[in-house]
Structure formats: structure tokens, C-alpha cells
């Protein structure tokens, strides 16, 4: 994974005059997930932005809230690249990978961001883009090349997570698919079903006709 520095701002107002006045001023409010989980009641100190969710009647999570400057994050968004980022809020640097954007639906800009707080044994799930390598078969034959899936869910440790998931397609034959059920890679877990198409080989109207000249 690559990495990315960004520093935030704890978010201590979180009402929705607070985030449009935040907006205006070229930031975005976003949250980081998966902190510490803590016994309930918690009675420590809590840091600027930091709030105890409820897991059940006995646990908490510490989750933050922050706000980062929109120009700040841009490469971290607008790429199919995923990143490992060094944020740092409250004088304390944090080792997480973004999770979830929310979009305003007509102008397109970007409203609010998940992080998730990562540690080096604790597996996570992310989608990681899917590159393919090779020449299928198929489409030597007259076939056309197709990526159903361009990205996969996969889980592991984040220090195990790659870039991009390489998928060779060279045997692919004319018409036929390649699932997740068929892919494997060492150290990950692929999530998606099983039977779910992540490339295949269609037949083109010339390859029809191809074959069928030589039936």
C-alpha cells in the first residue's frame, strides 16, 4: 500500500450549522472508527473530539471526530490508488485507511469520510483494485476481453494488503468466465461470492462466425 501524510483538526461541534459553516471554509468533516475499545462506564479523560460509542451494555469504542481540508485530501481520493495514511489529530499520529466517502448527489463534492484506525494484527476488509496481466486465449481466437469486477473486497492485516490484485488471463478461452472462486492469494481472503464473474472472454459477432464456418 502507499502511503499519504494528513493532518486533521478535532471536531468538537458536530450540529449541522457547525459542518455548513465547516464546508464553507474549504473543509470536511469526517470520523476515525476503530479506536480502542474500553470498559463501560468510562470515566478516563477523554481528547478533544473523541467520543465512547456503545458496543453493547458493557463495551465502548473510541471513535474521533475531525475535520480535514478538502484540498488536502484530494489525491487521496480522486485515484484508484489505496493508501495507507499517516494522520495525525491531537498532537498523536494514527495509522489509518480510508473507508467510506459520501458524495453530494448533484454537485458532486464531498460531504463526509470514514477513516478506520488500523493495527498491524488486526485484519481489516477493503476493496482493493483488481489489474489484469496476460493475453486470454479468447481473444486471440477473436473474443472480446470483459472486467465485470474492478475491484475486490479482501481480508487481511493492512501491512498484507497490495496495491492491486493481479489476475493473469492468458489461459481465458473464447466464452469462458473467471470467478472469484477461481482466484488465490497468498496471505489474503477473498470476500466477494465465489460465483460472482470477474472477467471473461465474449464472444464477438466475428468469432461466431469464425466458429461457425468451421462447424
Do not use: W
Request: hydrophobic share 40%.
Amino acid at each position: 500500500m502507499k502511503k499519504y501524510v494528513l493532518a486533521a483538526e478535532p471536531r468538537v461541534e458536530c450540529g449541522k450549522k457547525s459542518v455548513k459553516a465547516l464546508r464553507k471554509e474549504g473543509k470536511i468533516p469526517a470520523v476515525i472508527n476503530g479506536g480502542i475499545i474500553v470498559e463501560l462506564p468510562y470515566t478516563a479523560e477523554l481528547k478533544p473530539g473523541e467520543k465512547v460509542v456503545a458496543i453493547d451494555d458493557k463495551r465502548g469504542l473510541i471513535t474521533t471526530d475531525i475535520t480535514v481540508k478538502a484540498e488536502d485530501v484530494r489525491k487521496l481520493i480522486y485515484t484508484p490508488d489505496i493508501f495507507e495514511v499517516d494522520l495525525t489529530v491531537n498532537g498523536e499520529e494514527k495509522k489509518v485507511v480510508m473507508k467510506d466517502l459520501q458524495f453530494q448527489p448533484v454537485k458532486d463534492d464531498v460531504l463526509h469520510i470514514d477513516f478506520l484506525e488500523v493495527y498491524p494484527e488486526k485484519p481489516i476488509v477493503m476493496e482493493v483494485p483488481v489489474k489484469i496481466e496476460g493475453h486470454a486465449e479468447g481473444v486471440k481466437a477473436g473474443g472480446k476481453l470483459t472486467l465485470s469486477m474492478r475491484k475486490l473486497k479482501v481480508k487481511a492485516p493492512y501491512t498484507e494488503i497490495p496495491e492491486r490484485l493481479v489476475v493473469n488471463v492468458d489461459s481465458l478461452g473464447l466464452g469462458k468466465s473467471m470467478a472469484v472462486g477461481d482466484l488465490n492469494f497468498e496471505g489474503l481472503e477473498l470476500m466477494n461470492a465465489k460465483n460472482a464473474v470477474v472477467c471473461a472472454v465474449q464472444l464477438t459477432r466475428a468469432a461466431r462466425g469464425a466458429m461457425a464456418k468451421q462447424q
